[in-house]
């Protein structure tokens, strides 16, 4: 068992308000605050569907038990940092794993922490959420650095919430987005969660 929690969110967005009224001919600064919120909330469903971290950002891989394998594939790529890898007793005290046990493969298309010649996964003894994998997703941390056809597709959709507001949820509760959209995205799309071993 295992669940991926963001820790620390990126401190700017992949397309800035100016960039979004340039886009759309926006004049007004009547609806600016509506704008930012779809921006961020545009990039959000990216990164769902993407399964993708845009810009850098700090999340917690808690997993339970001891890994199967020799690779825990990492759930938010690309992976730019794994930052610490602890384990917990029984009495919540963390203890780090030392890198020399790991090899961090970022090169792979999410990136995965991978297990060194002769070493093995450290043996928590608290019986859920033993080790904790503490990691830095996205392209970087500019604005820049998201490739073109990401940003686009924010821009595209948080454009489309604007002119059709009151009309974007499904029946399910989640947001819609056009095809155009995720045909922009699918390039990008991993298509497995990681996070598991193998």
Same mark, same amino acid.
């Given at each position: 068992?295992?669940?991926?929690?963001?820790?620390?969110?990126?401190?700017?967005?992949?397309?800035?308000?100016?960039?979004?009224?340039?886009?759309?001919?926006?004049?007004?600064?009547?609806?600016?605050? $509506?704008?930012?919120?779809?921006?961020?909330?545009?990039?959000?469903?990216?990164?769902?569907? $993407?399964?993708?971290?845009?810009?850098?950002?700090?999340?917690?891989?808690?997993?339970?038990?001891?890994?199967?394998?020799?690779?825990?594939?990492?759930?938010?790529?690309?992976?730019?940092?794994?930052?610490?890898?602890?384990?917990?007793?029984?009495?919540?005290?963390?203890?780090?794993?030392?890198?020399?046990?790991?090899?961090?493969?970022?090169?792979?298309?999410?990136?995965?922490?991978?297990?060194?010649?002769?070493?093995?996964?450290?043996?928590?003894?608290?019986?859920?959420?033993?080790?904790?994998?503490?990691?830095?997703?996205?392209?970087?941390?500019?604005?820049?650095?998201?490739?073109?056809?990401?940003?686009?597709?924010?821009?595209?959709?948080?454009?489309?919430?604007?002119?059709?507001?009151?009309?974007? $949820?499904?029946?399910?509760?989640?947001?819609?987005?056009?095809?155009?959209?995720?045909?922009?995205?699918?390039?990008?799309?991993?298509?497995?969660?990681?996070?598991?071993?193998?």
């Amino acid at each position: 068992m295992k669940s991926n929690i963001l820790l620390a969110p990126p401190l700017v967005e992949p397309v800035s308000l100016a960039e979004i009224k340039a886009h759309a001919r926006i004049e007004s600064s009547s609806d600016d605050a $509506l704008l930012e919120s779809l921006l961020t909330a545009a990039r959000q469903w990216c990164e769902a569907y $993407l399964r993708r971290a845009l810009i850098s950002q700090t999340w917690c891989l808690y997993l339970t038990g001891v890994p199967r394998g020799k690779r825990i594939v990492l759930p938010r790529g690309p992976l730019l940092a794994v930052t610490k890898i602890e384990f917990f007793d029984d009495e919540d005290v963390a203890s780090l794993w030392e890198a020399a046990h790991y090899y961090v493969n970022v090169a792979s298309a999410q990136g995965e922490v991978v297990l060194r010649t002769g070493a093995s996964w450290p043996s928590p003894t608290r019986c859920t959420n033993g080790i904790v994998i503490t990691y830095v997703a996205g392209y970087g941390e500019a604005a820049s650095d998201v490739p073109e056809v990401i940003r686009l597709a924010i821009k595209q959709l948080a454009l489309h919430w604007y002119e059709h507001r009151g009309e974007a $949820l499904s029946s399910s509760g989640y947001a819609k987005a056009p095809l155009t959209i995720e045909a922009l995205l699918q390039p990008y799309r991993f298509l497995k969660m990681g996070g598991s071993c193998a």
